[in-house]
Nanobody, 113 residues
Framework: YLEESGGGLVQSGGSLRLSCVYS????????MAWYRQAPGRQRELVAN???????NYIDSVQGRFTISRDNARNTLYLQMNDLKPEDTAVYYC?????????WGRGTQVTVSS
């Protein structure tokens, strides 16, 4: 079970920190990722973090977003800085794997220009 939080309405250039709590075991073993889905578009992977801590980002968020994890709290984070209107979407967390957990409700991020 995944529960995302931390979204909201911000102005362009603002910041948000998203959190995702996993209610299960062995969170530390999973490669995790943040995804987003904008209206009328397919869900896309935004950033991922391997169990060992290595991270990757799509080009459009590189240098602005930071993914991190706290295995003791079973929590995944996404720090988003210098937000742009094109970042507007519902953000989800899940495994970075073919077999995923059930999707949570996500958290809405809206960036106004």
């Amino acid at each position: 079970y995944l529960e995302e939080s931390g979204g909201g309405l911000v102005q362009s250039g603002g910041s948000l920190r998203l959190s995702c709590v996993y209610s299960g075991n062995r969170f530390n073993l999973f490669d995790m990722a943040w995804y987003r889905q904008a209206p009328g578009r397919q869900r896309e992977l935004v950033a991922n973090i391997f169990s060992g801590g290595t991270t990757n980002y799509i080009d459009s968020v590189q240098g602005r977003f930071t993914i991190s994890r706290d295995n003791a709290r079973n929590t995944l984070y996404l720090q988003m800085n210098d937000l742009k209107p094109e970042d507007t979407a519902v953000y989800y967390c899940n495994r970075n794997a073919k077999i995923k957990f059930s999707w949570g409700r996500g958290t809405q991020v809206t960036v106004s220009s």
